[in-house]
């Protein structure tokens, strides 16, 4: 296996910018890297290996003419969920309903990726439509925890994390409705940024739930996380919820966490996140990584959210609500799956939803489709959007107290695939500490913590307020190059071979 | 279904009250879609104007159009409606093929403007006050045609074939409230309604309300009520009205029909019914299992839309001296009585004779004009008033050359036929003709004194002070002159040059 | 005035009838498992009823933004092909679908 493939976003960047590697060899390692193991670990839905090539070979021919490379990240490969539009790729967000479908246009997020002359490899597997937390909800089978083969990598962006810990790509970007960026990044033992709301447009992001979707980067390291959201983020005048304010200087504030001084830094512990109840690996591993991050100079505070309970109930309610309207355009009119001949466009429409869509999107259209009824709709989304506001408040009041908040990213670690399928509130109960944050819009990341007794990775949440991520990525790159020289390199690379 | 028993209409308002209700979309008149960047043009060809946005495809969002929401103010303040300080979009959820997102994003309890009225003005000059419930945003559809079927109508048609063009068009739906009380003349107000919206809408440019082209849009909504019992009757709604005289047929044939229905001691359905144009009737659209739930809830997509009080007064200050306001002041500048000023409208005389006014021509002598001379003009070439070759502008300088003497009447009616006849400007025709009035003393006493010459007794008469002979002298000389004198000046000169000499 | 949290649970008919709202074809095979799987999904996203809310202002965005527009200028979009490449069918400019059943 080409050794290129084992250096992180930057130092590949490095070596392509100083000419020193080209970023064809660069695409053309990966490339190989996925033609070898995905096969096994099925990260990915689509390679675009020519196209991958052309545009590594046109950063090339710039940077061979003198001209300075578009991005700090010009040339680097790139996995990206495939839930953004992309123009000479199908999109097919996970389901049977848009298989093979090309749009018309590209995302904002793609267009920038494209303009910072980062190379596109292909469309990761994702849960349908981002509906889950293991990836087994996908049409077109599960992706592969690259750590243990028989076990899941997350979700609803189980690919995007997996191409990363199968380093058949330095970056990946996903999308993080209820901690679907997150989750997955605890599980493969990588990292995983979800962006205040609005930070990353959303603009050919196929929606899952609109007040909640945020596109956010995925790497190995920190410091290559900040990159990368440095290159996607920003304001978008096509997106209306998009904020126009500078992108947070994250790369600086990774930069500074690196030098490894949290003196100042007030970290708050959330009672109602402390780990009661979760896998007992979990649990003491963030135990471990709240003292590490005291030994860095931290200031360790304990906060009290005492409405984050009810996250789980409000968002199993908001998200069905919303994905019942947003999903409701695929009827086989304009694009898409069209199944059904001589029959009527009513019945058209039926029998097409019925054969494209997977049974959890199902299930959560028929609950939201209930929980907006007429008579209902005060008892369940009202509601619902009301618990929001106390958890949004939770968030301000804890954040008066702390710069940060910690948690554990997920209550388990990886378990195995047909574990949880069948038993839809218990996968639902993987999301329990990423939910408080997509419902609150604000800013939150995982970051590796060490592997449990079962030798799987776990990760600690480090959450931000909204547009704070500076503090975030300073305190993440703080803690990660602690755990580094105390596991005496990034676990990262203990990740066991992929099986043929 | 049975066919329907017709009531006379004195008999349906000697049991029963109509109670009226009307519901208006208008098609804005900006240069693009609600929510996109396309061009709202009509009569492209099919899917040429459209974007991810308006075809609803997967991650597509929307971006409000702020010229919309100006329009949507300024609808609101010439309604007299409160402006809301804040208000939101919501989705009103629904299958349909001419909707992309099976969504149309809209207003639900939130609208952009509540509370208004608008005075309604009938023929015999009373007025009604049709109060406003709510006017609000959203967008339009696509728009299908149905192939197989009679007529091209949905019924029995094989397929349908759907262009997205008008898909994403910003609409403003305007809701009245119940309009109780209108008696007999509920067609009639119904129809005034309408009208006098049109009017209004065209005055503030925001739409080009053609209804024959879709870009105004009327529901009709109509129940009866036991006669002065108070007690309200179900509704039905009737669409596809089309014109004017339309919604005028419209309730008056759901009153008789209704009544025919209650009076054989039936229930009126709640329904959606469809006015048939050729007929004058309406008949029952596709009965629907339950009532639609369309699961209202906040557009997240979109934020909320609180116009700030400075943006709001700013828009104030744009609005055109409205339709009424505008025949309030010109009776009263006018002096005019209600009666003429109907004329003035009816004739479509109106604003021709303000430009002509504005021109710089005193009121009454514009009004003159236009509604004598020029009027016989264009009726004896069988067009309108507005088609006349001749503008207000030349008019008021026609009557200029006559107020400073240049012309007299006959000579101002063969410059008006010069500029009519397509010869130029009022005075390059007095020129070209040669019709400017002599108004050189020395060639009128030239003239004068021919004339007495030729009629010595006549001018003896004067002499011996029968003024009144004079005129005969006046006429020769006019007639000598062709015209051309101003014959105040010559009955002056003939009194002058007949006046005893002194010795 | 709390919003009561609803105690009965969701039956087999009306999982029908939201299907049909939604227009999905569920099979009885899948109803059976959906009702019973919904019914308890409910019984657990119920719990938000038993926060006391009345006075609390519902959030419906997470980013505080207000009055965000865009010029009433042209922006360019897609042409007939590409509005129509993914169509299941089309003639004429148009897309085609089946005849409809419902009223506009």
């Not at chain 1, 330095?170 to 997150?182: H, I, K, Y």
């Not at chain 1, 649990?283 to 009290?304: H, N, P, T, Y």
């Not at chain 2, 007299?80 to 099976?102: E, G, H, L, T």
């Not at chain 3, 997470?62 to 527009?69: G, I």
Request: negative net charge.
């Amino acid at each position: 296996m080409s050794e290129l493939i084992r250096l992180t976003a930057a130092e590949l960047a490095e070596k392509i910018h100083s000419r020193e590697v080209s970023a064809v060899e660069v695409a053309q390692a990966h490339l190989d890297r996925i033609a070898a193991v995905d096969g096994t670990v099925h990260a990915f839905l689509h390679v675009a290996s020519e196209a991958a090539l052309v545009s590594a070979a046109l950063v090339d021919d710039g940077l061979a003419a003198g001209v300075a490379p578009a991005s700090p990240l010009a040339g680097v490969p790139l996995a990206l969920k495939d839930v953004f539009t992309t123009i000479d790729m199908p999109t097919t967000a996970g389901s049977k309903i848009l298989s093979g479908w090309r749009p018309p246009y590209d995302a904002t997020l793609t267009t920038r990726l494209r303009a910072a002359g980062v190379t596109i490899l292909g469309k990761t597997n994702m849960d349908e439509f981002a509906m889950g937390s293991s990836t087994e909800y996908s049409a077109y089978g599960p992706t592969r925890n690259p750590w243990a083969t028989a076990r899941i990598p997350g979700g609803s962006g189980g690919g995007s994390a997996a191409a990363l810990a199968a380093f058949e790509a330095p970056l990946a970007v996903g999308t993080d409705t209820g901690g679907s960026v997150r989750q997955p990044a605890a599980m493969t033992g990588t990292v995983g940024v979800k962006p205040t709301y609005g930070g990353v447009s959303r603009y050919g992001l196929i929606a899952c739930a609109s007040s909640l979707d945020q596109g956010g980067p995925c790497a190995r390291t920190v410091g290559d996380a900040a990159l990368l959201h440095e290159v996607i983020a920003g304001y978008d005048p096509l997106d209306s919820t998009s904020i126009d304010e500078p992108v947070p200087a994250v790369v600086a504030a990774a930069r500074l966490g690196a030098s490894g001084d949290l003196s100042g830094v007030r970290v708050g512990v959330i009672r109602e996140l402390g780990g009661e109840g979760y896998q007992a690996g979990v649990r003491s591993s963030f135990d471990a990584a709240v003292v590490q991050l005291q030994k860095l100079g931290a200031e360790i505070v304990e906060v009290s959210c005492p409405h984050f309970e009810y996250g789980l109930a409000a968002y199993y309610l908001i998200l069905p609500s919303e994905v019942s309207s947003n999903l409701a355009r695929f009827d086989a009119m304009r694009y898409g799956l069209r199944v059904g001949t001589g029959a009527s466009a009513e019945e058209v429409m039926a029998a097409t939803r019925e054969a494209g869509f997977g049974p959890e999107v199902k299930r959560r259209i028929i609950l939201g489709t209930y929980a907006l009824s007429s008579g209902y709709y005060d008892a369940y989304y009202g509601q619902a959007q009301k618990v929001r506001t106390l958890i949004a408040r939770d968030f301000a009041a804890a954040f008066t107290h702390a710069d940060v908040l910690v948690s554990p990213t997920a209550p388990t670690t990886a378990f195995p695939i047909g574990d949880k399928v069948d038993d839809p509130l218990a996968m639902y109960l993987n999301d329990l500490a990423t939910i408080p944050t997509n419902l609150a819009g604000t800013a939150a990341l995982s970051v590796p913590s060490g592997l449990a007794d079962d030798g799987l990775p776990v990760g600690l949440q480090v959450m931000a307020p909204a547009l704070g991520e500076a503090v975030m990525y300073r305190v993440a790159a703080a803690y990660e190059a602690a755990r580094d020289a105390e596991d005496g390199g990034p676990l990262i690379h203990r990740v066991p071979e992929v099986p043929a | 279904m049975t066919t329907p028993t017709l009531v006379g209409y004195d008999e349906v308002l000697e049991h029963f009250d109509p109670v009226l209700g009307l519901e208006v979309h208008v098609e804005l008149s900006t240069n693009t879609k609600m929510f996109c960047g396309c061009p709202t043009e009509f009569g492209a060809e099919p899917n040429t104007q459209v974007c991810p946005t308006c075809l609803g495809l997967p991650g597509s969002l929307p971006v409000v159009n702020r010229s919309a929401v100006e329009s949507a103010i300024r609808i609101g303040l010439a309604l007299n409606c409160s402006i809301a300080p804040w208000c939101r979009f919501a989705r009103k959820n629904y299958f349909y093929p001419d909707m992309p997102k099976n969504f149309q994003t809209s207003q639900y309890d939130e609208p952009i403007a509540v509370n208004g009225y608008l005075d309604v003005e009938l023929d015999d000059g009373s007025t009604v006050r049709v109060e406003i419930e709510r006017a609000h945003m959203e967008e339009d559809t696509g728009k299908s045609l149905h192939v197989g079927g009679a007529a091209g109508r949905i019924h029995g048609a094989e397929y349908s074939l759907l262009d997205y063009n008008r898909a994403g068009v910003p609409l403003i739906e305007i809701v009245t409230k119940m309009i109780p009380g209108t008696r007999e003349r509920a067609p009639e107000v119904a129809r005034a309604y309408v009208t006098a919206l049109r009017d209004l809408l065209r005055a503030l440019g925001v739409s080009d309300v053609r209804m024959d082209q879709g870009s105004m849009r009327c529901d009709v909504n109509l129940s009866l009520s036991p006669r002065d019992s108070g007690v309200l009757g179900t509704r039905t709604e009737t669409k596809n009205v089309n014109s004017l005289r339309s919604v005028e047929r419209a309730v008056r044939y759901e009153m008789t029909r209704q009544a025919g229905v209650l009076l054989a001691g039936e229930a009126v359905v709640q329904e959606t019914r469809h006015f048939e144009e050729a007929s004058g009737t309406t008949r029952p659209g596709r009965r629907k299992e339950t009532a639609e739930d369309y699961r209202y809830f906040p557009e997240p997509d979109l934020v909320p839309i609180a116009p700030p009080v400075e943006w709001v007064e700013e828009l104030r200050g744009t609005l055109p001296e409205l339709p009424w306001e505008r025949r309030r002041r010109i009776s009263a500048e006018w002096s005019l009585t209600d009666e003429e000023l109907r004329d003035l409208v009816n004739a479509g005389a109106l604003d021709l004779i303000e430009a002509t006014v504005a021109a710089g021509a005193p009121a009454g002598e514009a009004r003159s004009w236009w509604v004598a001379y020029l009027t016989q003009q264009a009726n004896s070439r069988g067009v309108t008033l507005d088609a006349l070759p001749v503008t207000p502008e030349q008019v008021a300088r026609v009557i200029a050359l006559v107020a400073s003497g240049e012309l007299n009447n006959k000579l101002a009616r063969q410059v008006v036929d010069g500029v009519l006849a397509g010869e130029g400007s009022p005075d390059e025709v007095v020129t070209g003709r040669g019709l400017a009035i002599v108004s050189d003393d020395g060639a009128l006493v030239a003239a004068v004194d021919e004339a007495l010459a030729a009629q010595p007794d006549i001018a003896e008469k004067i002499r011996s002070g029968k003024v009144a002979a004079a005129g005969a002298i006046v006429g020769a000389v006019m007639k000598a002159t062709s015209g051309k004198a101003d014959a105040k000046r010559v009955r002056e000169l003939v009194l002058q040059r007949c006046a005893p000499v002194r010795g | 005035m709390s919003a009561d949290p609803v105690t009965s649970g969701i039956t087999r008919d009306e999982v029908a009838h939201l299907a049909r709202l939604a227009r999905l074809a569920v099979t009885d095979a899948e109803l059976d498992v959906f009702a019973t799987q919904l019914d308890v999904i409910l019984g657990a996203v119920a719990r938000v009823g038993e926060v006391a809310a009345d006075d609390i202002p519902p959030t419906s965005h997470a980013v505080p933004l207000r009055n965000v527009f865009r010029p009433d200028e042209r922006h360019p979009g897609l042409d007939q092909e590409q509005a129509l490449a993914g169509a299941p069918a089309a003639e004429d400019g148009r897309f085609r679908v089946p005849r409809i059943l419902g009223e506009e």
